[in-house]
């Protein structure tokens, strides 16, 4: 491929080993290293809201305000949770959704949903914890 | 259609295909994974109720703490911890290791079983502690 003298493409398009969509393997790569990181991170995302299970107010705004841990950890929770299912629900969408419109406006309306809910959580979790 | 184009091998179409634990896995997998899209609105529900002042957490905790809301909050905890197993089996599955049987049903069945242990395990003892 490399010596084709009928190719088209350049050596800098070869050495990036990008075609005309731009993008490669990404989705899937991001897949997995976001399921990595959320393994220790849902584990002790769930640690946490089962401790604030029947807490009051003040004590839910204690766990946040007063320490350091909880707060990281849900950050880091939503934001690669948000990452994530937006990854994964844009692969339902393209295995179910044949509408070409549908489609395009389905894993648009899916970006801005995740985008939406990450930043709804993460500013919660800031102000909870910074106020 | 020539008889060998009708002897060719069908890709697995769900109404004729027989149902497996390992196919009924990735199915459940993949509606977890959807499940827990629509659960993260009741977390930042939560979170933005808390944030919000202790009027609209008391309307948020008597939600959760409600019968319906226990429910609900238990069947998704159900669903993250399956789809977590599930997201490791996967993982160990991408490194080329325990496709072959009987390993592949053993992986599935700790999946099934393990999800729904957790679930039960993570309940017990939060309710145990509050």
């Known amino acids: 491929m490399a010596n084709d003298p009928g190719s088209l493409r350049t050596a800098l398009g070869r050495v990036r080993f990008l075609g005309s969509a731009k993008s490669g393997t990404h989705h899937a790569w991001h897949m997995r290293v976001t399921s990595v990181a959320l393994v220790p991170l849902a584990v002790l995302f769930v640690w946490i809201v089962a401790s604030l299970a029947g807490k009051d107010y003040n004590a839910v705004r204690a766990m946040f305000a007063d320490r350091f841990a909880p707060a990281a950890v849900m950050i880091l929770f939503i934001a690669t949770s948000a990452y994530h299912m937006m990854l994964g629900m844009q692969t339902i969408i393209e295995d179910y959704v044949h509408d070409e419109p549908v489609k395009t406006w389905s894993i648009i309306g899916n970006l801005l949903f995740s985008i939406l809910v990450g930043f709804a959580g993460l500013f919660a979790v800031l102000k909870l914890s910074l106020t | 259609m020539s008889e060998v184009e009708r002897r060719r091998p069908l890709s697995p179409h769900?109404?004729?295909?027989?149902?497996?634990?390992?196919?009924?896995?990735?199915?459940?997998?993949?509606?977890?994974?959807?499940?827990?899209?629509?659960?993260?609105?009741?977390?930042?529900?939560?979170?933005?109720?808390?944030?919000?002042?202790?009027?609209?957490?008391?309307?948020?905790?008597?939600?959760?703490?409600?019968?319906?809301?226990?429910?609900?909050?238990?069947?998704?905890?159900?669903?993250?911890?399956?789809?977590?197993?599930?997201?490791?089996?996967?993982?160990?599955?991408?490194?080329?290791?325990?496709?072959?049987h009987p390993v592949r049903e053993y992986l599935a069945q700790g999946t099934a079983i393990g999800g729904i242990a957790l679930t039960i395990l993570v309940w017990a003892l939060a309710y145990a502690m509050r």
């Open chain 2, 14 to 100: 769900l109404q004729v295909y027989r149902p497996m634990l390992t196919m009924m896995m990735s199915i459940v997998h993949r509606i977890t994974g959807a499940a827990l899209y629509g659960a993260t609105l009741l977390l930042v529900y939560y979170l933005v109720a808390a944030a919000n002042g202790p009027a609209s957490f008391a309307t948020a905790s008597g939600l959760f703490s409600s019968i319906i809301g226990q429910i609900v909050l238990f069947g998704f905890t159900w669903a993250l911890f399956h789809h977590l197993l599930g997201g490791i089996r996967h993982a160990i599955w991408d490194t080329g290791y325990g496709m072959d």
